[in-house]
């Protein structure tokens, strides 16, 4: 994750501030020039432990979403491309351009900066893939290097500008020192050459406004500190140039850095850079696995064909074959996590397919279950209706057959009353015989038959009971009696 920190007293700052065409091409998008100091950060690893280089790496690279911002920060243009040829340089993609700054130091006449802003994320991944590592020219050797840029800040004063952000450290600006620093630290991926001393293709780099590349340029002036004047083991900060002595001296290049907070030192002597935050040696291929060794960078330039050492240079090519093993391990260690996140989603996906499936399957057997219940309950609230009815239908017949069974009762209490009443009457009649029976049978045994002769026979009410009912009877009887 890298940052700017510009210091310049120019105004306005923000790229819309002021708008310019360019000879012939009219671009759509804004385009300021900016006369300024540039400083570029970035964040420290988490720790400095041999993870460092991995966490460095994934943060630079493209499939780092975090790392990745629509802002594009280009270290060096050559002053030999003017704004209008480097506009031509980007071709079609300008159409996808929002806001360009170009970004120029008076004290570095050979190249000035470009930051750009991209309309969306995937221009700007495609811009970055198109030109990150190609040259401006096929002639020429100066390659471009860009970064994405998490923010841009300005500032008005010098110290404020110089000062890291908290969590951040200070890169050169310049792109031979860049290319000079290891890949894990400046995620700039391949060079043409190692940049060593004598070797003349730094000075493609037309002014090396550079103090270090000047001073690995010019061997003949020994550099001295700055502070107490020696000879012996000189450092040059990669930063802003200063030249101090080792630790195993008086140590003024790490005062400078914990005065400075510029952790990037050359050591002049072997063309190896320390990183006083790691304390380790970040100088691209300036180590060897063979016998443990440090060893020189002097090699045989694929640029300007200068040859020192091929011993060593064949320990530079072991070297060199080493980082792209690693290289290639770290590919293929990406590629498997990709495939495995991959996979992983696929799996994801036919969990989430399965459950989908189940979920789907228990809410079926939940709907049949429901409706073979609601079949059911139909089918009873049938038998119950019918059960219903079926006793609807026999309490009116019971109540048919009370009525019946009340009307024999009533029929059948008549018929006894009837009964009874026959009874008393030929009782009533037997008696009355009896009685006729008797009184006869009297009147045969009386002598005086002639005083009867002419009498009036009464009858006689035994008790007052056969009055009420059989007075008709009687009176018949009786009449009949006469």
């Not at 072997?270 to 970040?282: E, F, L, P, R």
């Not at 100088?283 to 064909?305: M, P």
């Not at 119950?384 to 024999?408: P, Y």
Request: with cysteine; glycine share 4%.
């Amino acid at each position: 994750m890298f940052s700017l920190q510009i210091h310049t007293v120019d105004t306005p700052k923000p790229f819309y501030a002021t708008t310019s065409t360019t000879n012939g091409l009219n671009p759509t998008f804004n385009t300021v020039e900016l006369k300024c100091i540039v400083h570029l950060f970035r964040n420290l690893p988490s720790s400095s432990s041999s993870s460092s280089s991995t966490t460095i790496t994934n943060a630079t690279s493209l499939s780092n979403p975090s790392a990745r911002t629509t802002l594009l920060f280009i270290v060096a243009v050559p002053n030999y491309l003017s704004p209008d040829e480097f506009l031509l340089f980007c071709g079609s993609h300008l159409d996808h351009f929002s806001e360009l700054l170009f970004l120029r130091n008076d004290g570095m006449e050979d190249r000035y900066s470009v930051l750009i802003r991209l309309v969306n994320q995937l221009t700007a991944d495609g811009f970055y893939c198109n030109f990150n590592g190609k040259r401006f020219k096929p002639s020429e050797a100066e390659v471009c290097h860009m970064y994405f840029t998490q923010s841009v800040e300005y500032a008005d004063l010098a110290e404020i500008a110089c000062a890291p952000p908290p969590g951040f450290i200070e890169l050169p600006t310049c792109p031979v020192c860049l290319e000079r620093l290891d890949q894990d630290t400046s995620s700039i991926q391949s060079t043409l050459c190692d940049h060593s001393f004598h070797c003349s293709c730094v000075s493609k780099w037309t002014y090396l406004s550079c103090q270090v590349c000047r001073l690995c340029q010019e061997q003949d002036d020994k550099p001295t500190c700055a502070v107490c004047g020696t000879l012996k083991n000189p450092w040059v900060c990669l930063i802003c140039g200063f030249v101090g002595c080792g630790r195993y001296e008086e140590g003024h290049a790490i005062r400078h850095w914990n005065d400075s907070q510029h952790c990037y030192s050359l050591e002049l002597e072997t063309q190896q850079i320390w990183d006083y935050v790691g304390d380790k040696y970040v100088h691209r291929l300036n180590q060897s696995k063979i016998d443990a060794k440090s060893v020189s960078t002097n090699f045989r330039c694929s640029t300007c064909g200068y040859n020192e050492d091929s011993g060593i240079s064949s320990a530079l090519v072991s070297s060199k074959g080493e980082a792209i093993e690693e290289e290639y391990n770290h590919l293929l260690a990406s590629q498997m996590k990709i495939q495995r996140q991959n996979y992983e989603a696929l799996l994801a996906e036919a969990r989430s397919k399965k459950d989908s499936l189940i979920s789907k399957a228990v809410e079926m057997a939940e709907v049949s279950r429901m409706r073979n219940i609601q079949y059911k309950l139909d089918e009873f609230a049938k038998e119950k209706k019918a059960v219903t009815d079926t006793n609807q239908n026999l309490m009116k017949k019971q109540e048919v057959v009370r009525k019946v069974v009340k009307e024999i009762e009533e029929r059948e209490i008549l018929s006894l009353k009837s009964r009874d009443e026959k009874i008393r009457d030929l009782e009533e009649q037997i008696r009355d015989l009896k009685v006729y029976i008797e009184a006869q049978r009297t009147v045969a045994k009386m002598t005086d038959s002639e005083g009867i002769k002419g009498g009036t026979l009464l009858p006689v009410q035994s008790n007052q009971s056969s009055t009420g009912g059989n007075s008709k009877r009687r009176t018949k009887t009786g009449r009949r009696r006469n």
